[in-house]
């Protein structure tokens, strides 16, 4: 699940969208939630993950990170396995 700023349709911040090319890169089924939409999941979820920006990535309801953690998990080729929940 990609928490982000927009949807896949539309990201509304380039961080948001960097982090969409990536993953529809992989060919792996994600869904998105878009954080504008409610303040509440928004902030709580800061909370929650202990991590204060988004995008925010999570496999199996554990977080993986934001875009500068996708980017490097991708260049080191850890991403596909995580996504697939082989880590």
Do not use: H
Not at 19 to 24: A, G, R, T, V, Y
Not at 27 to 45: C, H, M, N, S
Not at 52 to 61: D, F, M, N, S
Not at 69 to 86: A, R, S, W
Request: glycine fraction near 10%; aromatic fraction near 10%; charge should be negative.
């Amino acid at each position: 699940m990609l928490f982000m700023k927009g949807n896949k349709q539309e990201a509304k911040c380039g961080f948001s969208r960097q982090i969409l090319e990536i993953l529809n890169s992989t060919g792996i089924e994600y869904e998105t939630f878009d954080i504008l939409e409610d303040e509440e999941v928004r902030q709580g979820l800061k909370a929650y993950s202990n991590w204060p920006t988004y995008p925010q990535l999570y496999v199996k309801g554990e977080l993986v990170g934001g875009l500068d953690i996708v980017k490097e998990l991708k260049e080191n080729g850890e991403l596909l396995p995580i996504l697939k929940g082989e880590n």
